[in-house]
C-alpha cells in the first residue's frame, strides 16, 4: 500500500451538532468525504478515525476501514495529525504517502485529490496543501494592507494568486509526518481547486449553503432504486388547476409521464402517488398511470413509513419526489429525495437531486428515465441458454408442454382459519375439475414483521393484535392432516406455499408431492436452500421480480424438477399489466415448463395464457367474493372457476397439433362448394 487516506470524523462539534452525519445531497457528509477517496485512483485505502458508533456504521456502509479513536484524541482541542498518527499505529501501516482528508468539505473532486497525491508521489513536493486561488486584497481591523500596500494597489490581472486555505484535504510522506509531526514540512506544495468545491462548513449557515448548492455541483447519478414515490401537485402537475363554472377541476399533465411509469413497472419498479388533497383528478391519473395513490393525507412521513415498512421496502432504496414544504417529512424518510427545480427553496436544499423538468412539463418522466437506466436487463447476448427439459411429474400427474393443462385452485389463506370452509372450497375445486388445492404456510412469529405484530386488527372474532389474527387464521398439523385426507378422497394434490424454513420442514413431514414459491419469497435465498434440499419439484412464481432476481432464484433451485409460473401481483389485476407474453419469454431463457398464475377478476386472461403456452393455471378461489379476508376480491367463485376449467379443456382440443390437413367435417363441404379451375 502506496497511499492511505485517512478522515477524521469525531463525533462532537461545536458549530454544528454531529457535523460529520449532516446530510447534503442527501448524503452524509463522512460518506461524501469516503466516496471521494475511494474515487481517487491513486489512494489505495480509505480508513475514517472516529469516536461515534453511528458515524463508524456509516463509514462501514460507505467502504472504509473504522479505527476507533480514543478519548483522549476526540476532544475539541485535539489535532487532525494526532487522529492519523494513531490510525497508522493502529494499523501498523506505514504507507508512502498519507493523505488527511476532512468531511466538512462536501465537494471534494476526486480527480483533485489524485493530482495532490501524484505531487507527493513524484518528489515535486513533501506536503500539499489544497487551496482556493484569489486575488483578494486583505486588511487589518486597524485598516493596514495585509498582502497589498494601499497606496499602490496593481490591477487584478497584474498580481500574481495566492492561495486561501480551504482544509479539503493534505497529503503529506508519512515519514516527514512522523519526524515533525505537523502536515507542513519540506517543501510545501498548495494543489488549486475550484470555489464552488471550496466552501468549508463550520456552522449552520455554511450547511445551508452547500445543501443549496449540492444539486447543481455534484455530478448525475444513476438512481437505482427499488421504489418511486412522488406528490402529485407541483409534480406530475404544473400545480396550476383550471376550474370551471362548476367549480370542477382540471389539471395539466404530461403524456411522456406514463410511458415513464410504465416503463418503471415493466422494469419491477414500485410506483405511488402520495397527495395532501382528497382529490378526483388525483384519483383518475393514477388510474390512468395503473399505479395505487393515498390522497387525504395529514401527516405523508408517517404514512410513508408505515406504507414502506407493509411493502417490506429499505427506505434507503426509495426514491420521494416532492416540490412544497409538506414534502420535507417523507424526504427525510428515504435515501432518494428528490426536487422539481421550481420546488421551495428548502426543498431543493434538502433533495439528493433535483431534476431539470418541472412538473406537469415532464418532471415523472426524467426521473423515471434515470431510474430505469441504472436498471438494465442483461444483454440478449449475455442470456444464458438453457436446455429444454420435458415435463415435470407431480404424483402421478406430468406437468408440461404437450399433457392436460394442470388446474390450481388456490385457497391460500381464504379459509379464514376454519376447517369447515377449507374442506368446502377443496369440493368447489374437485367438483369443478381442478387437478389440485393450494394453501399458505407460515410461522406467524417469524414471518409477521416485529413492528406490526403488537397492532391491533378487527377482526371477524374480534379486535386482537395481528400476530393474534395471523396465528388464529393458521393451520396446523391436525387440520393439514384432516386437509390430506379428504383431498386423497377427492382425488386431488394439495400443497402450499412455505413462507420460512419452519414451514418447509412442517410441510416435507406431511409428504406433500411439490412445494411452490411464492413471488414474495423469490429473493429469500435462504428458503429457496431448503426447498431445493428437499429433493421435490418445485413451482416459482415470478411476480413482482426482475430477471437478475429470478436468475438467482433459478441458480439455487436447478432447473430438472422446476416449473416456473407467470405472475403480476397486483391484486386484483388491471389488463394492462397481465404481460402475457412474458410467459414465452420464460420458457426460452430457462427452459422449463412454464404456468400462469393470475390475480384478475373474471376467465379471459387466465384463458389467453394457456392459449400462449401457459402448461398450468392457478387461480384463488373462494366461496364468495364479498367474505372477510384480504384475498376474497381477486378470487374466482365455484361458477368460475367451473367455466374456467370447461373453457381449458374445449382450448385445449382446439389448439390441435399444428399439421395443416382437411378434417372429416370438411369433406362434405369440400365436395359441395369447392370450384377448381385450370
Not at 180 to 189: K, L, Y
Not at 345 to 358: D, G, I, N
Not at 602 to 609: K, M, Y
Not at 629 to 652: C, K
Request: glycine share 8%; with cysteine; net charge negative.
Amino acid at each position: 500500500m502506496r497511499v492511505l487516506a485517512v478522515v477524521p470524523a469525531r463525533g462532537g462539534s461545536a458549530g454544528v451538532p454531529l457535523k460529520n452525519l449532516a446530510l447534503v445531497g442527501g448524503v452524509p457528509l463522512v460518506t461524501r468525504a469516503v466516496r471521494a477517496c475511494l474515487r481517487a485512483e491513486s489512494i489505495d485505502q480509505v480508513v475514517v478515525s472516529t469516536d461515534h458508533e453511528v458515524i463508524a456504521e456509516t463509514a462501514r456502509q460507505a467502504g472504509a476501514v473504522v479505527v476507533e479513536r480514543p478519548a483522549e484524541l476526540s476532544g475539541a482541542t485535539a489535532s487532525s495529525e494526532s487522529a492519523v498518527l494513531h490510525a497508522l499505529d493502529a494499523l501498523g501501516a506505514e504507507p508512502e504517502v498519507v493523505v488527511l482528508v476532512q468531511c466538512t468539505s462536501a465537494f471534494i473532486d476526486p480527480a483533485d485529490l489524485s493530482a495532490a497525491v501524484r505531487r507527493v508521489l513524484d518528489g515535486e513536493a513533501d506536503a500539499v496543501v489544497s487551496g482556493l486561488p484569489t486575488h483578494e486584497f486583505l486588511w487589518t481591523a486597524a485598516g493596514a494592507g495585509v498582502n497589498h500596500d494601499p497606496a499602490v494597489r496593481p490591477r487584478r490581472q497584474d498580481r500574481e494568486p495566492q492561495f486561501r486555505e480551504n482544509g479539503a484535504f493534505y497529503v503529506m510522506r508519512t515519514a516527514g509526518l512522523r519526524e515533525h509531526g505537523h502536515r507542513f514540512f519540506g517543501t510545501v506544495a498548495v494543489q488549486p481547486v475550484p470555489a464552488r468545491h471550496a466552501i468549508e462548513i463550520d456552522d449552520p449557515e455554511d450547511l445551508e449553503l452547500v445543501r443549496a448548492l449540492a444539486p447543481f455541483i455534484d455530478q448525475p447519478e444513476p438512481i437505482d432504486v427499488d421504489c418511486v414515490i412522488t406528490d402529485f401537485d407541483g409534480v406530475h402537475t404544473d400545480d396550476r388547476a383550471y376550474v370551471d363554472s362548476d367549480g370542477r377541476e382540471m389539471v395539466l399533465v404530461s403524456r411522456s409521464d406514463g410511458m415513464g411509469v410504465s416503463l418503471l413497472k415493466r422494469s419491477g419498479v414500485k410506483v405511488l402517488v402520495m397527495s395532501t388533497e382528497q382529490n378526483p383528478v388525483v384519483a383518475a391519473r393514477a388510474r390512468k398511470l395503473g399505479v395505487p395513490v393515498l390522497q387525504g393525507l395529514a401527516d405523508k412521513r408517517t404514512v410513508l413509513r408505515d406504507w414502506l415498512s407493509i411493502e417490506g421496502l429499505d427506505p434507503a432504496r426509495v426514491a420521494y419526489v416532492g416540490n412544497d414544504v409538506n414534502d420535507l417529512g417523507p424526504m427525510a424518510e428515504v435515501g432518494w429525495p428528490i426536487a422539481t427545480p421550481d420546488a421551495h427553496p428548502r426543498v431543493r436544499a434538502a433533495a439528493r437531486v433535483v431534476l431539470t423538468r418541472p412538473g406537469g412539463s415532464g418532471a415523472v418522466r426524467e426521473l423515471c428515465d434515470r431510474v430505469v437506466a441504472a436498471r438494465p436487463e442483461p444483454p440478449a447476448a449475455e442470456a444464458r441458454v438453457r436446455p429444454h427439459f420435458g415435463p415435470v411429474a407431480i404424483g402421478d400427474v406430468l406437468v408440461g408442454d404437450g399433457e392436460p393443462v394442470y388446474v390450481i385452485g388456490e385457497i391460500g389463506i381464504n379459509h379464514n382459519g376454519d376447517l369447515d370452509l377449507a374442506r368446502r372450497l377443496i369440493d368447489v375445486a374437485a367438483d369443478a375439475g381442478c387437478q389440485a388445492v393450494k394453501f399458505q404456510k407460515r410461522t406467524p412469529a417469524i414471518c409477521v414483521p416485529e413492528e406490526q405484530k403488537g397492532q391491533i386488527r378487527q377482526t371477524p372474532w374480534g379486535e386482537m393484535t395481528y400476530l393474534e389474527y395471523k396465528e388464529r387464521t393458521e393451520f396446523g398439523r391436525d387440520e393439514y392432516a384432516q386437509i390430506a385426507k379428504y383431498c386423497d378422497e377427492r382425488g386431488l394434490h394439495w400443497f402450499a406455499s412455505p413462507w420460512d424454513v419452519p414451514s418447509v420442514e412442517f410441510l416435507e413431514e406431511m409428504d406433500v408431492p411439490v412445494h411452490k414459491v411464492a413471488s414474495a419469497s423469490v429473493a429469500d435465498h435462504q428458503l429457496l436452500r431448503a426447498l431445493a434440499a428437499t429433493g421435490k419439484p418445485v413451482i416459482l412464481s415470478t411476480g413482482m421480480s426482475t430477471l437478475a432476481e429470478i436468475d438467482a432464484a433459478v441458480e439455487i433451485l436447478g432447473t430438472e424438477k422446476l416449473i416456473m409460473m407467470h405472475a403480476t401481483s397486483t391484486y386484483p389485476l388491471p389488463p394492462e399489466e397481465a404481460n402475457l407474453r412474458t410467459i414465452t419469454t420464460l420458457k426460452e431463457r430457462y427452459g422449463v415448463p412454464v404456468g400462469y398464475s393470475g390475480h384478475e377478476r373474471g376467465l379471459q386472461i387466465s384463458l389467453a395464457a394457456v392459449t400462449l403456452g401457459a402448461v398450468c393455471v392457478e387461480r384463488h378461489i373462494t366461496l364468495d367474493r364479498t367474505m372477510w379476508g384480504s384475498d376474497h376480491a381477486a378470487s374466482l367463485e365455484p361458477a368460475g372457476l367451473e367455466h374456467l376449467v370447461r373453457d381449458i379443456r374445449i382450448i385445449e382440443q382446439a389448439m390441435g397439433d399444428g399439421v395443416k390437413r382437411v378434417f372429416p367435417g370438411e369433406e362434405a363441404p369440400k365436395s359441395r362448394l369447392r370450384r377448381v379451375t385450370v
